[in-house]
């Protein structure tokens, strides 16, 4: 069965800061990846995804991961923080491009 | 870009009524829809799958006569929360997957309380 896990529950950054994001999932075969965001009273957007090819995967709004298959993890980076990104990050695996499972949740808070 | 409507966006029930939650696809058909149920500080959880013109295909755990979902067209998924009761108190989120792209997009969500 697929599984995701975000160790940190709530993390907290100064801005300008770099930020690192864990993700660990479980799966049988090589998993679709996803981070998505959640900002209060809005949808989920997607951030980035990845299915194949370069590990190194470019998002939005500044955003990447890198998919590492030794280690099932993968985590989401920004190198400079903006008191924007505040808002909830959920690590999403699936068998495709839906059907996918959820991660806990991280909150990001962004210190002035 | 592609955009998922929920309506209401909250609702306020008493215990015992029913509740419906609208989820469209304003600009594109989707074959399939999602519904996820978030609690504070929680995860989504899935609860059913459901595709155009047939029967949703429910999560485990998942009470199929509570929680009646009707995919009618390709735009348009209902969830009905019959005989709500106080935990059913959540945030319903749905997501479409558009049928020419195979993207997932999400809604906004729907908070319910139930009274």
């Known amino acids: 069965a697929q599984s995701v896990t975000q160790p940190d529950i709530h993390i907290t950054v100064s801005e300008g800061a770099s930020l690192e994001l864990r993700c660990n999932y479980s799966y049988g075969a090589t998993p679709y990846l996803f981070w998505y965001v959640q900002s209060p009273g809005q949808g989920l957007q997607l951030l980035l995804k990845y299915f194949s090819g370069d590990t190194l995967v470019q998002g939005i709004k500044g955003f990447e991961a890198e998919f590492k298959r030794s280690q099932s993890s993968f985590n989401l980076r920004k190198p400079s923080v903006h008191w924007s990104d505040a808002a909830e990050y959920f690590c999403?695996?699936?068998?495709?491009?839906?059907?996918?499972?959820f991660g806990a949740g991280t909150r990001l808070t962004v210190k002035p | 870009g592609a955009v998922v409507s929920q309506h209401p966006s909250w609702v306020i029930c008493k215990s015992g009524t029913s509740v419906k939650i609208e989820c469209r696809s304003l600009d594109f058909q989707a074959t399939t829809m999602f519904w996820y149920r978030q609690f504070p500080k929680q995860s989504l959880m899935l609860m059913a799958t459901s595709n155009e013109g047939s029967k949703a295909t429910y999560e485990q755990g998942v009470e199929k006569d509570k929680f009646l979902i009707n995919h009618a067209s390709l735009t348009l998924s209902t969830l009905t929360v019959t005989s709500a009761h106080p935990e059913d108190s959540s945030f319903y989120i749905c997501?479409?997957?558009?049928?020419?792209?195979?993207?997932?997009?999400f809604g906004p969500g729907t908070r319910l309380t139930v009274t």
């Open positions: 999403a695996v699936g068998p495709t491009n839906n059907d996918m499972r």
């Open positions: 997501s479409a997957t558009d049928r020419l792209s195979y993207e997932q997009y």
